[in-house]
């Protein structure tokens, strides 16, 4: 089993910065691809952002130009960093695992998952 821990989540004002970062711990494997989702109050799951074991990354549109995924491979942690924060952002924000080595994008795609970190953006 795949234990995945974020952090760095909190309450930010509109126009800020924030770094996530995620940890997986227990039974790794490699290669993996890791990504993050996001889920806001009362919405379906949504796919952020994913990168490969070689670093190659797709972004959703709405992130795009503004957030930046990075992993270390031999720390088993991916980070998120996220510039330009709009209230629209705010959302509990996942890290996930999946065991395909292209991106993907569709939750089901991914075997494990982290409790979720909080991210709050006030205007």
């Known amino acids: 089993q795949v234990q995945l821990v974020e952090s760095g989540g909190g309450l930010v004002q509109a126009g800020g910065s924030l770094r996530l970062s995620c940890a997986a711990s227990g039974r790794t494997f490699s290669p993996y691809t890791m990504a993050w989702f996001r889920q806001a109050s009362g919405k379906a799951r949504e796919f952020v952002v994913a990168i490969t074991w070689s670093g190659a990354s797709t972004y959703a549109d709405s992130v795009k130009g503004r957030f930046t995924i990075s992993r270390d491979n031999a720390a088993n942690t991916v980070y998120l960093e996220m510039n330009k924060l709009e209230r629209e952002d705010t959302a509990v924000y996942y890290c996930?695992?999946?065991?395909?080595?292209?991106?993907?994008?569709?939750?089901?795609?991914?075997?494990?998952w982290g409790q979720g970190t909080q991210v709050t953006v006030s205007s």
């Open positions: 996930a695992v999946s065991r395909r080595l292209s991106v993907v994008t569709a939750t089901l795609n991914y075997d494990y």
